[in-house]
Each structure stands twice: as C-alpha cells, then as structure tokens.
C-alpha cells in the first residue's frame, strides 16, 4: 500500500474516536498489550513523561517537548487529536513521522492489526512507540488521548506524571462528577513516580492524595508553590510574572492564552521535578523553550491570530471551562461587534456552553467534515433556545469568509467551538 492507501487503512479499518465517537471507546488497555508485545514492547525502551487532564494537556505537552528540544535532548512527543495532517500526532525534535515510516509501520504489523481488530488510538500509540524506539529518542512526551486509567498511553512506565486540571468533558464515558473525572485520570499515577498537579481545585485534591499516598508515588500541587500571572502580550508572546520561593522572574511564553496560566505552574514544577532526577535543563533553555513553543514543536490552534483587520482569532477550546476561559479573555479586546464562527461535536452537553454565550455577537453556525459534528442547522437550532442567531453556512472556510466579507475593519471575528472546526480552516 502506498501513503493515501495506508491511510484509508487506518481511517476505514479501525474504529476511530475523533470521527465517530462512543463505538471506539472501550475501557480495557488489552489490545494496547497486545500490539505492545507484538512490537517488542517499545513502551518500556524509552524514558517518558506521561500527561494528563482536562484542558491544556496539549499545551503542556507541547511546552514541556519544547524545553526539552531546546536542551538538546531527541524529542518524541505523541498528542491528539491531529489538526491538519495524521503525523502530526507522532514527531521527534518537532518533526513529523515520516510518511514512509507510517507505511512501513502498517506494512510490517498489518496481520496483527487484522487480528486484533485494534482502535484507531490504539494503533497510533503502538506506531509513535515503535518509532520513538527506532529512532532512539532521548525522552517521549506522552498526551493521554482521553481520561487516563483506560487509555492506550497508560501502558507506559514514565519518569512522571503531570495532571493539568479537571473539568467536565466527556461525562458519558469518564463520569458526570469531577470527582469521579479526577478518578479516571488519576489512573495515570504509578508506584513510586512523582506526580504534579498543575491546578489545585477544591473538588479533585483528594482524589488525587489518596491514589498518591496508595501507589507511595511523591505528589507535587504546581500552584500552591509557583504564582503565575500574565502581565503583557506583545509580538506573538505572552509574558508571565512567575514568584517561585519569594523570588519574581518574568517569562516570555510563546502561547497567547490567558488561560496557559493554569498550565505554566505545571510545566515548570514537572522541569523542577525533572531537573532533581537527573536531566540537564538550564535557564536559557527553559526560556527559549516556552518562547519559541510554537515553532520548536508545530502546536497550532491554541489563540491563534489569523488575521487583522478585522482581528480573526481561533482557539480549540470546546467544553465548559476552555469556552468560560475564551469569553473572559475575549472581554478584554476593544472592537466594534464579535462575529462567532461557530460549529461543534454532537456527543457533548452544548446546552450549558450556548447558555454561556453572548447573545450580541453574530454567529455563524458551520460544522466540521466528520461523523461526529453536529449539523449547522441543528446547532442553530439549538443555540436558538439560549437567544442566539445567525447564518447557518455549513462549510467551516465558507463560514468564516462570509464573516470575513461582512466584517467591518475594527471587529472580531473568532473561530472554535471544535477542535476540528479549528483544523479545516485554509491558513491556520
């Protein structure tokens, strides 16, 4: 098979989440196990740092590959989903899984991928495995894909764990009580291995203790000993007031999210933490590492300005707490009117996010090109109940340059709701 027909091997063959949801979902790491022993176990050949969480797991991910990169360590990093192009998923040093070695993955495995019957998630976790080894990366940075104790990535052995927050997504598979949530990804925690919560929240902290204290794992609240505040936007970076042992430094954070305030403390008490088990990462690294985020590691979608005049911002913030974040922030722009690009995902609770919404914006409802989506019209229909209106345009780019033509030059224009929505825009 050549790259376009691997592809549809993996896209059509196997259940896959990102496109149709529940029916790829299972709560057993069996097939992981499985295709781990097939592959000689490349999950134990390689030192990791596993993440997890509600929101900004990508970030940190990302954030923590960078400074690692910028230390001159091989980097693997494994995330989802993928934006623009599947070996996105999979890179070393910020580069992308060659296409060539996606089709020899396939080709070599592909009687036991037919006999297993594996997901999608799991296929992938097995290949970024496979290729971390093969290339010898130093460390891998590791995204859980969805909870934790289930997920595909928790066959890894890593050298910590971090956990981003706790928030409501995904409640028909993971719980409908945070406490419940934190549950799940709290199956992430190992024997002995140090653990550290970037955001302390009321709800989850002893959750989180007590799987600590009975796996004897050292459990470290990122927040409650680095203060972060961000001060200053200016070129495309952040900069962020860090207090760490009564001692105040600033960071230029090549992330423009207010809400990366929840993730800093995390990433860099995990650097800290790091740093005490033996790793060389200086100062200058750490620096240019969240400086330059975007461009060591490719992350994309995360406050992305698209444009100006008018100012076209997307972000991939899509439940409760990520959409309560992109409002506030949106708040502290001047403009004349916001345009919503608006789509989402069927299998969420979008009731509650509509309520949040402001009715004065100007939407426009489209939908991504997936199983999943939920139709523009529908979403309409929906987001009429809370008081909002607007053209339905199903196609994500068609919507957006309908916001575009009819925009006057001091509005602005966000883009979001979905992940995927984010993904099928032209020039992200």
């Known amino acids: 098979m050549n790259y376009q027909e691997t592809l549809d091997y993996l896209f059509d063959a196997l259940p896959m989440f990102q496109r149709v949801g529940a029916a790829a979902f299972k709560k057993d790491l069996g097939n992981t196990l499985a295709l781990c022993a097939h592959l000689g176990n490349p999950e134990r050949k390689f030192k990791s740092i596993h993440v997890a969480g509600t929101n900004g797991k990508g970030s940190t991910s990302h954030s923590l590959a960078a400074i690692f990169q910028a230390a001159g360590y091989k980097t693997g990093l494994y995330t989802s989903p993928h934006l623009k192009s599947f070996t996105e998923r999979i890179r070393i040093d910020g580069q992308e899984i060659g296409e060539d070695a996606v089709v020899q993955f396939v080709a070599e495995n592909k009687?036991?991928?037919d006999e297993l019957q594996p997901s999608f998630f799991e296929m992938t976790v097995?290949?970024?495995?496979?290729?971390f080894v093969r290339e010898k990366v130093d460390i891998a940075i590791v995204e859980v894909g969805m909870g934790g104790k289930y997920d595909s990535t928790n066959v890894l052995l890593p050298e910590l764990c971090v956990i981003t927050n706790i928030g409501w997504d995904h409640v028909q598979f993971l719980g409908n009580m945070l406490e419940e949530i934190a549950?799940?990804?709290a199956g992430i925690i190992k024997a002995g291995i140090p653990v550290v919560i970037s955001q302390t929240q009321a709800e989850t902290t002893e959750v989180f203790v007590e799987k600590a204290k009975g796996?004897?794992?050292p459990i470290l609240f990122a927040d409650q000993k680095i203060r972060v505040e961000k001060i200053a936007s200016a070129d495309n970076q952040a900069i962020f007031s860090v207090e760490k042992e009564n001692e105040k430094t600033e960071l230029n954070f090549g992330l423009l999210g207010d809400y990366q305030r929840f993730n800093l403390p995390g990433i860099l008490e995990a650097v800290d933490q790091m740093k005490a088990l033996g790793w060389e990462i200086g100062e200058e690294s750490l620096k240019v590492g969240l400086a330059e985020v975007t461009s060591l590691t490719g992350l994309k979608g995360r406050w992305q300005i698209l444009g100006k005049k008018p100012l076209v911002i997307a972000d991939t913030g899509h439940n409760e707490p990520g959409i309560q974040e992109i409002l506030a922030q949106l708040k502290k722009y001047s403009y004349k009117q916001l345009w919503m690009v608006l789509g989402m995902v069927q299998d969420k609770d979008i009731a509650k996010i509509l309520r949040l919404l402001p009715k004065e914006a100007r939407y426009v409802f489209c939908q991504a090109e997936l199983p999943r989506a939920l139709p523009a019209a529908l979403l309409a229909e929906k987001a009429a109940v809370s008081g909002l209106s607007g053209e339905i345009i199903p196609n994500v780019n068609a919507a957006l340059n309908f916001a575009r033509k009819n925009a006057g030059s001091n509005d602005l224009i966000?883009?979001?709701?979905?992940?995927?929505?984010?993904?099928e825009i032209d020039d992200l």
């Open 111 to 113: 009687m036991i991928l």
């Open 126 to 131: 097995g290949m970024a495995f496979w290729h």
């Open 183 to 185: 549950g799940e990804k």
């Open 215 to 217: 796996m004897n794992a």
């Open 414 to 423: 966000f883009v979001g709701g979905s992940t995927f929505v984010v993904a």
